[in-house]
């Protein structure tokens, strides 16, 4: 009886052959989401002066990379146009979906059904990198992750990284979610460009929530007193990444370096490339200007200068978040459709521009202010030249020598940015920031006083950081008063920055000539 129980090897061996197979088969499915991802930890890196648009330093800059939690820089981006717009408030409380509550750490924690504030939300991204906190925020703004990814995407379009795509609102791992370090200094100028009110949360070095206190995952934070943060990032196919920028002594500049093994790696880079080129960038005015989705007043598109060639990029609308019932509301009605035909080419010498992005299923009320803002005629290109940037800067504007190499780097081409503005007719001058538009007469000075700009920012804090700058260079500053005026050319706006109260011209060109020993731009004139 006993070896009758006995089961014959050959049915043992055959059963777990059969065994084996189940296994396969049933693992194939699951395992095809991570073939989907493809190692990419290699090194990329850039440096990019933020006021003038130049690179100063560059290695595999287009190269295809995983933003991993990088890409919460564009959820923040998003959420502060909403915030910018009036569309939420920073008490505004958010609901944390299963979805948003089953996101893999690093994450807060929170249940679903609870809520918590935009604020709070905010400051677990920049510290914590909180994944759930980045489900959170893009279902409150889109209703679905994956809208909200599109809505990515597409601002990420008008910004001019044409080579990012979205797919998700924290970096978590996902094969079609790419993009290069170079269309990532292009969003760490413009998040600080546009809105600089909201631009501080980045140096948060730490965040309490409940009875736990969490440490800001950016090691680089106050390097030289100048590093100011933004976002780290991990995945194992993507290494160690950071975005960050360094400002001091009216410097500004952008570092993104991706592909590291380690987080210790990755800072020690960081630091060499902030000490190497940030004393070589440009000091004084922003020339440069990242256009802004949604500018209120129309829908312009605009030249954006590409390593290989110009296109043109649509700036999204404002922010769409229930705009279609705010549209209903005031019983606006939509604009006629564009029927003049976008130009084919830009100048006889260059390839057609790149067609518009398709539609990438916006929710329906980002499409109603499209139809809204639609631009009233077709642009036309601002220079004859693929050098925009170049075209720009005036001849008054001294550089210095080019930076010495760090490293192997590859010839540097403008980042993908736009002079703010440019005279109109269609001439090839420039605007200069600090002679263009009327001069008023300044508030408080008397007819016929003379005055003293330093510059100007395309916004009023900028611009008050340029005042502050210059009286903490040159003490004498603090004997006149300072102001901040307001201009405006072809749709831009821009802020000069000037002191007043001189007695006469040889008092203004006395300052001036201690300005310009302090390497600060100045322009006296006479009110």
């Known amino acids: 009886m006993a070896s009758q129980a006995k089961t014959p090897w050959h049915v043992t061996l055959l059963r777990a052959f059969a065994a084996v197979l189940v296994v396969v088969a049933v693992g194939l499915p699951m395992a095809a989401p991570a073939q989907a991802i493809e190692n990419l930890r290699k090194y990329a890196g850039i440096v990019v002066d933020a006021k003038s648009g130049k690179v100063l330093y560059e290695e595999a800059a287009d190269a295809k990379r995983y933003p991993a939690s990088v890409a919460k820089v564009m959820t923040l981006y998003i959420l502060f146009q909403e915030l910018s717009a009036g569309n939420i408030k920073l008490s505004t409380k958010m609901t944390v979906s299963a979805h948003a509550a089953a996101a893999v750490p690093t994450k807060l924690g929170l249940r679903a059904g609870a809520t918590i504030s935009v604020e709070d939300a905010i400051k677990s991204l920049v510290t914590?990198?909180?994944?759930?906190?980045?489900?959170?925020?893009?279902?409150?703004?889109?209703?679905?992750?994956?809208?909200?990814?599109?809505?990515?995407?597409?601002?990420?379009?008008?910004?001019?990284?044409?080579n990012t795509t979205y797919r998700n609102a924290s970096g978590l791992p996902d094969g079609g979610?790419?993009?290069?370090?170079?269309?990532?200094?292009?969003?760490?100028?413009?998040?600080?460009?546009?809105?600089?009110?909201?631009?501080?949360?980045?140096?948060?070095?730490?965040?309490?929530?409940?009875?736990?206190?969490?440490?800001?995952?950016?090691?680089?934070?106050?390097?030289?007193?100048?590093?100011?943060?933004?976002?780290t990032g991990y995945i194992n196919a993507a290494g160690s990444n950071l975005l960050t920028a360094a400002r001091k002594d009216g410097r500004h500049i952008v570092v993104v370096a991706f592909g590291f093994n380690t987080a210790a790696a990755r800072d020690e880079k960081v630091r060499q490339l902030v000490a190497n080129y940030l004393p070589k960038s440009r000091s004084g005015t922003y020339v440069a200007q990242i256009p802004v989705p949604g500018r209120q007043g129309g829908n312009v598109q605009v030249a954006v200068a590409q390593p290989t060639r110009p296109v043109f990029v649509m700036p999204m609308p404002l922010p769409g978040f229930r705009l279609a019932e705010l549209v209903a509301a005031n019983g606006a009605r939509p604009q006629a459709p564009l029927t003049q035909p976008?130009?084919?080419?830009?100048?006889?010498?260059?390839?057609?521009?790149?067609?518009?992005?398709?539609?990438?299923?916006?929710?329906?009320?980002?499409?109603?202010?499209?139809?809204?803002?639609?631009?009233?005629?077709?642009?036309?290109?601002?220079y004859p030249s693929q050098d925009v940037i170049g075209a720009w800067l005036s001849d008054s504007y001294n550089l210095g020598a080019p930076p010495a190499a760090l490293g192997q780097t590859a010839p540097s081409a403008p980042l993908d940015m736009q002079p703010p503005a440019n005279i109109g007719g269609g001439g090839s001058q420039p605007i200069d920031l600090l002679t263009s538009g009327s001069v008023q007469t300044a508030e408080g000075a008397a007819p016929g006083g003379w005055v003293v700009q330093i510059g100007a920012g395309p916004s009023e804090d900028s611009a008050r950081a340029l005042l502050s700058d210059a009286a903490g260079k040159?003490?004498?500053?603090?004997?006149?008063?300072?102001?901040?005026?307001?201009?405006?050319?072809?749709?831009?706006?821009?802020?000069?920055?000037?002191?007043?109260?001189?007695?006469?011209?040889?008092?203004?060109?006395?300052?001036?000539?201690?300005?310009?020993?302090?390497?600060?731009?100045?322009?006296?004139?006479?009110?």
Request: with cysteine.
């Open 128 to 162: 914590l990198s909180a994944n759930d906190m980045a489900r959170v925020i893009a279902e409150h703004i889109s209703g679905s992750e994956s809208k909200f990814a599109e809505r990515m995407t597409a601002t990420a379009r008008a910004l001019g990284m044409r």
């Open 177 to 231: 979610q790419l993009t290069t370090v170079r269309d990532q200094a292009i969003l760490g100028i413009a998040i600080y460009q546009h809105f600089p009110n909201y631009y501080e949360y980045f140096q948060t070095k730490s965040f309490s929530y409940g009875k736990a206190t969490y440490g800001n995952h950016n090691r680089v934070l106050g390097y030289m007193g100048a590093v100011d943060g933004i976002k």
């Open 342 to 382: 976008m130009p084919e080419t830009l100048v006889a010498s260059t390839p057609a521009p790149a067609p518009m992005p398709a539609n990438l299923g916006l929710q329906p009320a980002v499409q109603a202010a499209n139809v809204l803002a639609a631009p009233s005629q077709a642009p036309q290109p601002a």
């Open 474 to 527: 040159v003490g004498t500053l603090g004997d006149f008063r300072s102001y901040v005026e307001r201009f405006e050319k072809n749709g831009q706006v821009f802020y000069r920055a000037r002191f007043v109260g001189f007695g006469g011209r040889d008092d203004a060109n006395a300052m001036c000539s201690q300005l310009k020993q302090q390497n600060l731009s100045c322009l006296a004139m006479q009110s």
